[in-house]
């Protein structure tokens, strides 16, 4: 999807220098982790039902079900 649109945000100089230190250290583009940051809050925003929202409340708190692989999750979910 090309990427026309820009956005431009205040925020303190500290949080931007913690921010753009902690993206180098992940190899991630800032502008990269901004789009996943607001794709997710629209998903949170979005009307999941019940079991969808416990589900990733859980993910936010890293709880619920691991798997090493797709094989075991497949495996738990009787696939």
Do not use: Y
């Not at 949080?15 to 982790?33: D, G, K, S």
């Not at 979005?46 to 990733?56: I, L, Q």
């Not at 709880?63 to 696939?79: N, S, V």
């Amino acid at each position: 999807m090309a990427k026309a649109m820009q956005m431009s945000i205040k925020m303190e100089p500290e949080l931007h220098a913690e921010f753009m230190a902690v993206a180098a250290n992940t190899h991630t583009p800032a502008a990269q982790i901004i789009r996943q940051l607001i794709r997710g809050f629209i998903a949170r925003h979005e009307t999941p039902n019940a079991t969808t929202m416990k589900a990733m409340q859980a993910a936010d708190r890293c709880e619920g079900k691991r798997f090493d692989d797709a094989e075991a999750l497949f495996k738990d979910l009787g696939i």
